[in-house]
């Protein structure tokens, strides 16, 4: 195997990868609550208007993610990571000085949307996607710890900071954080490809076992993508991906208002949301090696099966030890989420066309989960509880459940269908 310094530089992107996903997660998806409850203090705002914040920003992300994708693969992941980060250090500055919710609604839904979409699931599969064939799973799930680590540092100490020096200050503190720690990283350890190095994915001195694809013009690879998202197991997938991170992103973006709802302290609802990240850091690693051996659509239904029995569980949630049980179990299927996504892609699709495919997916995926938490706070206003949500939402992993093996594996030389 070649290798420098020792070890195949891919797996030092996935620790690099790992490091970015924890600041981008921790910072913008596992604190989503902490600083909800925050702006319902401090501006006595309804949920349903706080969560427009949460929607607007995930509704971007769904917009711009085949644009983003696409500049990562033909521009450069450096550049759209530096760029993504200068824009969030902005954005959080803007929250700090936001004199009222409309201004934390805009900068979060305008600001923030590129820097978590990019570090936390973009960057680290088209990245990785280049390095690693036979082990992307495995990258991909060791690279996800990051952000299951971020989610289990984070909210505790961003809790602390905002009893101590109050929730502006600490948001200012983390937009300058976010403006200098990232761009300074990503540009002294990017690389964007094994050929930079001299090297080739999984590190081997040959091509992989798999053959690769004979190359493309521009004009076949725009062909093959026009093909792919109009095939019926696109939308089968994007389906089931757009369920589970429904689920995820009106959870996380909830997850301390279940509690405190019940009587919960603040600080003891931070510590659901570490469980969730610590136990997503088992799942990921578990769930990404589990997807570079087992067929991936019995991993999809896996993680479906799990993500319902929590549904059903926090529908009934009346203590704080039932929602523990809960988060934990949304946490096994979360946690595995980006090796899972990651892997579907690249086995359903033609590699070729890996970073556009996943950039397709992740537009219906992530803008038509974007209306959970308005979906959720919608329903809570109405109805005083969450408990219908969860029903809408088991109903709908059955759906995708039952239909997970008509998914059809890519086969080269074939047309996706």
């Known amino acids: 195997m070649q290798k420098t310094g020792g070890i195949f530089y891919g797996w030092w992107l996935v620790l690099l990868s790992l490091v970015l996903g924890g600041i981008g997660g921790g910072v913008s998806i596992y604190i989503i609550s902490l600083i909800a409850s925050a702006m319902e203090q401090e501006f006595a705002a309804s949920r349903l208007v706080i969560m427009m914040a949460f929607t607007g920003h995930n509704l971007i992300a769904g917009l711009l993610a085949p644009r983003i994708s696409h500049l990562m693969d033909r521009l450069s992941v450096r550049k759209v990571l530096i760029g993504a980060a200068l824009i969030a250090g902005a954005g959080y500055l803007m929250i700090a000085i936001s004199p009222n919710i409309w201004g934390f609604v805009g900068a979060y839904a305008l600001l923030l949307p590129v820097f978590s979409l990019a570090l936390t699931s973009l960057a680290p599969a088209i990245l990785l996607s280049r390095w690693f064939i036979k082990h992307r799973g495995s990258a991909v799930g060791l690279a996800t710890l990051g952000t299951q680590m971020g989610g289990f540092l984070f909210p505790p100490v961003v809790a602390i900071l905002f009893e101590v020096f109050g929730w502006r200050a600490s948001m200012a503190g983390i937009g300058l954080g976010v403006a200098i720690i990232v761009p300074l990283l990503v540009y002294l350890f990017l690389v964007e490809r094994p050929s930079d190095k001299g090297l080739n994915p999984d590190g081997a001195k040959t091509d992989p076992d798999l053959k690769p694809a004979p190359p493309a013009s521009q004009e076949q690879l725009d062909n093959?993508?026009?093909?792919?998202?109009?095939?019926?197991?696109?939308?089968?997938?994007?389906?089931?991906?757009?369920?589970?991170?429904?689920?995820?992103?009106?959870?996380?973006?909830?997850?301390?208002?279940?509690a405190m709802d019940i009587g919960v302290t603040r600080e003891s609802a931070a510590l659901?949301?570490?469980?969730?990240?610590?136990?997503?850091?088992?799942?990921?690693?578990?769930?990404?090696?589990?997807?570079?051996?087992?067929?991936?659509?019995?991993?999809?239904?896996?993680?479906?099966?799990?993500?319902?029995?929590?549904?059903?569980?926090?529908?009934?949630?009346?203590?704080?030890?039932?929602l523990a049980v809960a988060t934990a179990m949304i946490a096994v299927s979360g946690g595995g989420f980006m090796p899972l996504w990651s892997s579907?892609?690249?086995?359903?699709?033609?590699?070729?066309?890996?970073?556009?495919?996943?950039?397709?997916?992740?537009?219906?995926?992530?803008?038509?989960?974007?209306?959970?938490?308005?979906?959720?706070?919608?329903?809570?206003?109405?109805?005083?509880?969450?408990?219908?949500?969860?029903?809408?939402?088991?109903?709908?992993?059955?759906?995708?459940?039952l239909y997970t093996p008509l998914l059809k594996l890519h086969q080269p030389g074939v047309a996706d269908g």
């Open 272 to 322: 659901l949301i570490s469980l969730y990240s610590i136990t997503g850091l088992f799942s990921a690693v578990i769930v990404g090696r589990i997807c570079d051996v087992v067929d991936i659509r019995i991993v999809l239904a896996g993680s479906l099966t799990m993500a319902f029995v929590s549904m059903l569980l926090f529908s009934t949630g009346t203590t704080f030890t039932l």
């Open 224 to 258: 093959l993508v026009h093909h792919a998202v109009r095939s019926r197991k696109f939308w089968l997938v994007s389906f089931a991906l757009t369920v589970l991170m429904a689920m995820f992103t009106a959870v996380l973006s909830n997850l301390a208002l279940f």
């Open 344 to 401: 579907l892609v690249g086995k359903l699709f033609d590699n070729r066309i890996y970073g556009r495919m996943f950039g397709q997916v992740s537009r219906v995926a992530i803008t038509a989960a974007a209306l959970s938490p308005l979906l959720s706070g919608l329903l809570f206003d109405m109805t005083g509880s969450y408990r219908i949500m969860f029903l809408i939402f088991a109903g709908a992993v059955v759906v995708a459940v």
